[in-house]
């Protein structure tokens, strides 16, 4: 599926990169793993955007958490 379809754009799910792998680490305390569930979390975020653009932080977490 197409980002623009759901009216985000891939630079706005970029930008998020950093605290994506920060959270991901923080939540598994495990570099190596967090790293994977940083990967599967991206999978998720191309495959299925979040409808809107309207804070990102907190879709990223939910989909983080439920990894």
Same mark, same amino acid.
């Given at each position: 599926?197409?980002?623009?379809?759901?009216?985000?754009?891939?630079?706005?799910? !970029?930008? +998020?990169?950093? *605290?994506?792998? $920060? &959270?991901? /680490?923080?939540?598994?305390?495990?570099?190596?793993?967090?790293?994977? !569930?940083? +990967?599967?979390? *991206?999978?998720? $975020? &191309?495959? /299925?955007?979040?409808?809107?653009?309207?804070?990102?932080?907190?879709?990223?977490?939910?989909?983080?958490?439920?990894?």
């Amino acid at each position: 599926m197409d980002p623009h379809d759901h009216g985000i754009r891939p630079d706005e799910l !970029v930008s +998020q990169l950093g *605290w994506v792998r $920060a &959270l991901a /680490r923080s939540l598994v305390r495990d570099a190596d793993e967090g790293d994977d !569930v940083a +990967q599967d979390t *991206w999978a998720s $975020a &191309l495959e /299925r955007p979040p409808s809107h653009g309207r804070n990102l932080r907190a879709w990223f977490a939910r989909v983080l958490r439920r990894r």
